[in-house]
Antibody
Framework: QVQLQQWGAGLLKPSETLSLTCAVY????????WSWIRQPPGKGLEWIGE???????NYNSSLKSRVTISVDTSKNQFSLKLSSVTAADTAVYYC???????????????????WGKGTTVTVSS | SSELTQDPAVSVALGQTVRITCQGD??????ATWYQQKPGQAPVLVIY???NRPSGIPDRFSGSSSGNTASLTITGAQAEDEADYYC???????????FGGGTKLTVL
């Protein structure tokens, strides 16, 4: 059974860089897109970005200028860096495994079936 | 458009049927995916594809879609179904992932 274990600094000061890593255990790293999602206190889920095993990335347009997602396939890990953080970046950050499927009737579907437990990141001076 | 729209809150009497909806342009080409999230926990996948449930998800959960609207139906809601529910897909370009704003389900 695939599990995601994530870690990183939980308390940052404004202007610092958030850094989180997610390790994949018990399954293949290839064939999936690996995402970071965040959830501010009391709010909904926000997709940050994703990477595949080849290093191809997609980012949320609203965060693109500050986000870097990288992958280390030798360790089955992927990482998130978010620069110049402010209080608005305070959130629970999740990593997740995602996959896009094309159906026979040319519909698609995308799902995230494995999630990390989440890391609470607080930005405060 | 890259937005998915959900009603903020829905309630249902114990044992009754409830439908949670999600609207968005991308749903004309993507089946919506649905997640359940309880307080303090990570989201859990409950419906994906046309109407698929992961192992361990009760069969009272089902999904459907029509045009730009997807629905999650809970037939015979239980107290443990009280949670936030999020819909999700990729946007119409396929380059980004989008979530709906979430629906808080209260079981009365």
């Amino acid at each position: 059974q695939v599990q995601l274990q994530q870690w990183g600094a939980g308390l940052l000061k404004p202007s610092e860089t958030l850094s989180l890593t997610c390790a994949v255990y018990g399954g293949s790293f290839s064939g999936y897109y690996w995402s970071w999602i965040r959830q501010p206190p009391g709010k909904g889920l926000e997709w940050i970005g994703e990477i595949n095993d080849s290093g191809s990335t997609n980012y949320n347009s609203s965060l693109k200028s500050r986000v870097t997602i990288s992958v280390d396939t030798s360790k089955n890990q992927f990482s998130l860096k978010l620069s110049s953080v402010t209080a608005a970046d305070t959130a629970v950050y999740y990593c997740a495994r995602g996959r896009t499927v094309t159906t026979l009737n040319y519909y698609y579907y995308y799902y995230m079936d494995v999630w990390g437990k989440g890391t609470t990141v607080t930005v405060s001076s | 458009s890259s937005e998915l729209t959900q009603d903020p809150a829905v309630s249902v009497a114990l044992g009754q049927t409830v439908r949670i909806t999600c609207q968005g342009d991308s749903l004309r080409t993507y089946y919506a995916t649905w997640y359940q999230q309880k307080p303090g926990q990570a989201p859990v996948l409950v419906i994906y594809g046309k109407n698929n449930r992961p192992s361990g998800i009760p069969d009272r959960f089902s999904g459907s879609s029509s045009g730009n609207t997807a629905s999650l139906t809970i037939t015979g809601a239980q107290a443990e179904d009280e949670a936030d529910y999020y819909c999700n897909s990729r946007d119409s370009s396929g380059n980004h992932v989008v979530f709906g704003g979430g629906t808080k389900l209260t079981v009365l």
